[in-house]
């Protein structure tokens, strides 16, 4: 991690940029008055705003080795013919994880600084002028918050796995379940994103796709269902029919 760091810190300039730019869009779309800027406090607040930065690549770049790292952790609990999906498991956590943090950077950040910067202007009849000032600090302490939120978010397929191969769940429960998931994702969304219907759909959407593909994914790769649980399963749905259709439902 620490090469990644200083890997990091070298292109520092250039990752700002990257990251600061749905701000920047938001803040031409707005109309705001001058120069998009950010902003710091203090003589070493750059700095320190700079080295946060730094971590924050470094830890990205070191995605791969940290997620092997987790599956030597639990390596030893697995079957042999479990273990050999070492490299399938690093590389599809590294992809969602890193997918996950472009999805909010390209999908999300531009809807949630567009709403937050449609709340400055001036207010009528007081001539009160209401400015972004955004700290650099700041700024960047959200949008790690933002980038590691939805990178773990894109993680639920290879939980999930994780789960089905632990024998702790199967597709059928993942089925039964998927209601109460979708509610959720929906709760989920509506806290990392601003309150509009649009972003919070834009959010929640993936999380629900994802949940799908951990169905498809439990089905091939975890434990069948056994006979009583697929009697349970029937039961439970016809149960859940019954009260949707305002039928008491069978004991």
């Known amino acids: 991690m620490a090469a990644g760091c200083l890997l990091a810190w070298e292109g520092r300039e250039q990752i700002l940029a990257f990251l600061v730019k ?3 869009d938001a803040w031409r779309a707005k109309g705001i ?6 902003h ?3 003589p070493g607040a750059a700095f320190v705003a700079y080295f946060e ?5 470094g830890f990205l770049l070191s995605t791969p080795m940290l997620f092997y790292q987790a599956w030597r952790f639990v390596a030893p609990g697995l079957y042999a013919r479990e273990k050999r999906y070492v490299v399938p498991f690093v590389l599809s956590s590294t992809v969602l994880f890193v997918g996950g943090g472009l999805f909010g ?3 999300a950040f531009p809807i949630a600084f567009e709403y937050f910067l449609s709340l400055s202007g001036t207010l009528q009849g007081q001539g009160v002028a209401i400015v972004p000032t955004v700290m650099m600090g700041d700024y960047l302490s959200f949008v790690a918050f933002m980038l590691l939120a939805f990178g773990i978010v894109f993680e639920i397929p290879v939980f999930i796995l994780f789960l ?3 024998g702790i769940v199967n597709y059928l429960h993942l089925i039964y379940y998927g209601r109460w998931f979708v509610l959720g994702a929906f709760i989920v969304a509506a806290i990392v994103t601003p309150p509009d219907v649009t972003s919070q759909v834009l959010v929640a959407i993936p999380m629900c796709v994802l949940y799908a593909a951990s169905i498809v994914l439990a089905y091939f790769f975890g434990p069948k269902p056994t006979a009583e649980q697929r009697r349970r399963y029937s039961w439970r749905k016809k149960r859940a029919q019954a009260e949707a259709g305002g039928e008491p439902g069978g004991g």
């Open 33 to 38: 008055p001058g120069q998009v800027t950010l």
């Open 22 to 24: 749905p701000f920047a």
């Open 105 to 107: 950077w390209r999908a």
């Open 40 to 42: 710091f406090a203090t």
């Open 164 to 166: 089905a191969l632990a």
């Open 53 to 57: 930065l730094a971590m924050l690549g």
